[in-house]
């Protein structure tokens, strides 16, 4: 696989984007489109991300001061570099962005969104991501975003990985490939929210297998989840890793 070395030409990526939203708008004519959280009709039709304005504010929660490296909420005078959440841990990524905690409305939304009935909400988390947090990933000019790959059993039971959807809508925001084969996990591994934090980093050695490695040698690269505790699944390397994920948690609320 070759590497995009340059991001799309953003004038033609607005026309596709634009081309494509047409089948939607013919459709919206027959059946309006409802928010993908709480099913109520969009007062906009054509918005690219169907939520309605009640859940985007109960999802995205009032700004908080968060760590540079992990981000965890942190006091105002202790951005970084690291945290007391993560200053201990051997994390192997550079940076990290979420849109709120994970508690309240958008664990609901997240844990709804990890099956197979979920994915229109999946894709909502995702464009929604790619809304807020668009002008940050678009400042990293990653190479490429790849989604933290489910074990082949767990995505069977699951049908669907929701980091699919995410890494897919972070890839259009930032012009760039979001490829779901190239980085499989190759070993089961127990729920991360299940385990202290100190063996979850022993959970996932050896979990993870990079297909054409070697194309990703000076790459920066952008991995995207829809939830970060400690940061040992994206502890993965590359010249330079970044995580984009959905919601934040501190490892005390659990996790399925």
């Known amino acids: 696989m070759a590497l995009p070395t340059t991001q799309s030409n953003p004038v033609w990526r607005t026309a596709w984007q634009q081309l494509q939203g047409w089948p939607g708008r013919l459709a919206a004519l027959v059946a309006p489109p409802a928010c993908a959280l709480c099913e109520t009709v969009l007062a906009d039709p054509t918005a690219v991300v169907a939520l309605c304005q009640g859940c985007r504010e109960s999802l995205v929660s009032r700004p908080r001061t968060r760590c540079l490296r992990c981000a965890a909420a942190v006091p105002e005078n202790d951005r970084g ?62 190479h490429v975003v790849l989604p933290i790959p489910l074990h082949w059993r767990r995505r069977l039971v699951r049908g669907t990985n929701s ?66 505790t400690t940061g040992a699944t994206a502890s993965a390397g590359a010249q330079a890793v970044a995580v984009a994920f959905v919601a934040r948690s501190d490892g005390t609320t659990r996790r399925t």
């Open 81 to 142: 570099p690291g945290c007391p959440a993560c200053r201990k841990f051997p994390l192997r990524f550079d940076a990290a962005w979420t849109l709120a905690d994970y508690q309240g409305a958008l664990r609901t939304a997240v844990l709804r969104a990890k099956r197979t009935r979920g994915e229109p909400l999946a894709l909502a988390l995702g464009e929604l991501v790619a809304e807020k947090l668009g002008k940050i990933l678009e400042d990293w000019r990653p």
């Open 163 to 228: 980091a699919d959807v995410l890494a897919a809508a972070i890839g259009r925001r930032v012009g760039v490939q979001a490829p779901r084969d190239l980085l499989r996990r190759v070993k089961g591994t127990r729920p991360q929210g299940r385990l202290h934090p100190g063996q979850r980093f022993d959970n996932v050695r050896g979990a993870f297998h990079l297909e054409e490695a070697s194309d990703f040698q000076g790459a920066r690269v952008m991995l995207a989840d829809d939830i970060l």
